[in-house]
């Protein structure tokens, strides 16, 4: 086990808050969380040789077309959470190659769960997957290589499988099995907060301390991962303090400090960190569902159940610095109303940030947050033909989006660039 450092206790200033209305949009375009047994499962096979990915559709009008990409190794009964795309020189390889990296978790236990990264060469995959979606071949390699995977941090177990898969994987399978790497199992919490820093090429992690996301002291470790051992390497633990003034009828004002925990987390190229806070989630409204664009999607109560007449909640998009270790962090700006019920992830990439929620994100340029207006902020919306839970979206250096579903663990690829 890694000794964390001594706790760092951040201050947050509490002012100066840019705040943009967007209850305008999320009235037409909202995506509710489903509720509890509301998710469709998508299965886990390679029989079917093409899938068109839900379409999106963006406010603007401008569309993306998502086409299945390939199921996860691990991914059942293990959950994505959390993912990052990177390219780097892993060890072993003579050039820099593009992967995906997947946090995955393990078991049930709210923020204490444990779990790995499993790390996917995407340049390998790519190979197998044609312009037209047909994925079978990634799909049934992968569920061919998965007992003959083993944790990185197991040596010798590892090379054994390693000759194993060799000797009886087809030529075509073995490239794929070889494409896929496996971490050691640590402590990662919930696992949305996973991103890259590319100011100082590491993975890093922020892992919940508290059983239950309720309670006012929220301790959480920040943790970076290395690049080789897909584990963590260093531990801070802390506090993201705000101190709010509460004004009471008849008697003086009085400080009340809250604690914020990282529950998704990102980095933009100067190596500053993004996370969010959503607040007053269930804004609700009468004839909330016949603001959905006529002929459109619109959420029954099947699926849906009470989530399906908000509005979208309170968003409030915090940015840190960091150093040799995280340091200040002030509020950047508030949104009026989420596109979504819960923010799954967040992703940086060509100067803007994305806000991932369940069939629905949202964008924004991050040099303009401290002014940011409706106009430069982007919607995209899932026509939701099946009812899946997103879980992120790492972004390739050309903007190519890899959108990572549940139930069961799945990638979806965009055509284009995401923006």
Known sequence: PITADARHVINVPNKNIRKVKTVKITKRWYRPRAKVGGYQRQRVTGKSKTYVGEQIVAEKGKQYVFNRFAFLADGKPAEPQGVAIVKFKAPGTKSKHTY?????????????????????????????????????????????SKKYLAPLSSKKKWASKRRKA???????????????????????????????????????????????????????????????????????RMLVRVTHTVKSVGLKSRRVKTYLQLHDLTFDKGGHFYFTETTKRMQTMKNRISKYKKGGFKPGKRHYGKYRKSLGGLVTVY???????????????????????????????????????????????????????????NFTVLKAAHYRESEGMGITSSGRGYLIMNRFAEAVRSHGRVK
């Open 166 to 236: 060799k000797k009886h994987l087809s030529k075509t399978n073995y490239k794929i099995f070889a494409a896929v790497v496996i971490g050691k199992k640590f402590r990662m919490g919930h696992g949305q907060s996973f991103s890259y820093n590319p100011k100082d090429g590491r993975l890093y992690n922020a892992a919940l301390t508290a059983k239950h996301d309720s309670g006012n002291y929220r301790e959480f470790n920040f943790q970076k991962i290395s690049m080789h051992t897909l584990a963590p390497s260093k531990t801070w």
């Open 319 to 377: 940015r840190g610095t960091m150093g040799s270790s995280p340091k200040k962090v002030k509020m950047v700006v508030r949104i009026s109303n989420s596109i979504g019920t819960m923010g799954q992830g967040l992703a940086y990439s060509k100067g803007r940030l994305f806000l991932i929620y369940d069939n629905a994100f949202m964008t924004m340029p991050v040099k303009h947050l401290s002014k940011l207006t409706l106009k430069k902020i």
């Open 100 to 144: 995906m990296f997947i946090q995955m978790s393990f078991n049930k236990g709210n923020n204490h769960r444990m779990g790995r990264i499993v790390r996917y060469d995407l340049g390998v995959l790519n190979k197998y997957v044609n312009k037209k979606g047909k994925h079978n071949k990634v799909v049934k390699a992968l569920q061919k």
